[in-house]
T-cell receptor, first 117, second 113 residues
Framework: NAGVTQTPKFQVLKTGQSMTLQCAQD?????MSWYRQDPGMGLRLIHY???????DQGEVPNGYNVSRSTTEDFPLRLLSAAPSQTSVYFC????????????????FGAGSRLTVL | EDQVTQSPEALRLQEGESSSLNCSYT??????LFWYRQDPGKGPEFLFT???AGEEKEKERLKATLTKKESFLHITAPKPEDSATYLC??????????????FGKGTLLTVNP
């Protein structure tokens, strides 16, 4: 199994450009999420999805858009890139969405490093 | 608001020198506390989940413990390959936050041979 696959690994954008970070998982996980990781800060949740067609905002959603048309894919779109979006982005998925019988054990991708000039 | 504070920010050990990492948390009803390991340039890798005070879990040289206010990650006789950033996260027992984990900033552990 490949687990969680993110592309691209590295990307440089100019301010105002748009792009999509791709995330795919082959574990049939219902829950998928996007985090950003910045120096000196913990991982922060951007958006998440509990199944195809269902998405919701996390802690830092502004400037990002998501959709979930299939169980496997959860792309993150930057609508108009800003230098403040320079970060490392992680996609993560989980087998559990109910959180009743247990907590969400996340499987992370390798990350996508984005630089906005 | 859920909060997670990890200390120290960085820890340097000699091979074989045991120590502990701390994770203090504030959450309105804990559903689970997680420990992850993150190597440079890679995504976090799951280590442990703890659910209730008094619970302990072990894996090789690592042992995680949980109280009502904090968790410790004990590292016994560490080796250089244990060098990594260790992340702590909590999930609250709340309807709207069932799917959100709050992460600490991490502890960067370096084990010298």
């Amino acid at each position: 199994n490949a687990g969680v696959t993110q592309t691209p690994k590295f990307q440089v954008l100019k301010t105002g450009q748009s792009m999509t970070l791709q995330c795919a998982q082959d574990m049939n996980h219902e829950y998928m999420s996007w985090y950003r990781q910045d120096p000196g800060m913990g991982l922060r949740l951007i958006h998440y999805s509990v199944g195809a067609g269902i998405t919701d905002q996390g802690e830092v959603p502004n400037g990002y858009n998501v959709s979930r048309s299939t169980t496997e894919d959860f792309p993150l779109r930057l609508l108009s890139a800003a230098p403040s979006q320079t970060s490392v982005y992680f996609c993560a998925s989980s087998y559990s969405i109910m959180g009743i019988s247990g907590a969400n054990v996340l499987t992370f991708g390798a990350g996508s490093r984005l630089t906005v000039l | 608001e859920d909060q997670v504070t990890q200390s120290p920010e960085a820890l340097r050990l000699q091979e074989g020198e045991s120590s502990s990492l701390n994770c203090s948390y504030t959450v309105s009803g804990l559903r689970g506390l997680f420990w992850y390991r993150q190597d440079p340039g890679k995504g976090p890798e799951f280590l442990f989940t703890l659910y209730s005070a008094g619970e302990e879990k072990e894996k090789e040289r690592l042992k995680a413990t949980l109280t009502k206010k904090e968790s410790f990650l004990h590292i016994t006789a560490p080796k250089p390959e244990d060098s990594a950033t260790y992340l702590c996260a909590v999930q609250a027992r709340r309807g709207g936050s069932n799917y959100k984990l709050t992460f600490g900033k991490g502890t960067l552990l370096t084990v010298n041979p």
